[in-house]
């Protein structure tokens, strides 16, 4: 059974930083990428950043600069740091898995909400 478990959510002020963890298991073909999505209230799902399993990232064009993300394939994780974080960033974040097989997995998702 595939899951993913996330954490590192929680609250923070205009300006902070947090770091998102993913950790995978169960997935019985190799990785072809991992990365976050995050939806905010009222908006569809967007990505934020994935990394393949050969370390190639792709950002969404707004986050570049403030998000970082790294991976260990060899332990199926993947972090996101988050830095200079805006009220806008505020969303349900979900961490994904794309196999060697092509199927997409999701995470449970877990709460950034930047306010003051």
């Known amino acids: 059974q595939v899951q993913l478990v996330e954490s590192g959510g929680g609250l923070v002020q205009p300006g902070g930083s947090l770091r998102l963890s993913c950790a995978a298991s169960?997935?019985?073909?190799?990785?072809?990428?991992m990365g976050w999505y995050r939806q905010a209230p009222g908006k569809e799902r967007e990505l934020v950043a994935t990394i393949t399993s050969g370390g190639s990232t792709n950002y969404a064009d707004s986050l570049k600069g403030r998000f970082t993300i790294s991976g260990d394939n060899a332990k199926s994780t993947v972090h996101l740091q988050m830095n200079s974080l805006k009220p806008e960033d505020t969303a349900v974040y979900y961490c994904?898995?794309?196999?060697?097989?092509?199927?997409?997995?999701w995470g449970q998702g877990t709460q950034v909400t930047v306010s003051s």
């Open positions: 169960g997935i019985i073909f190799s990785i072809y990428h």
């Open positions: 994904n898995v794309l196999s060697g097989s092509m199927t997409y997995y």
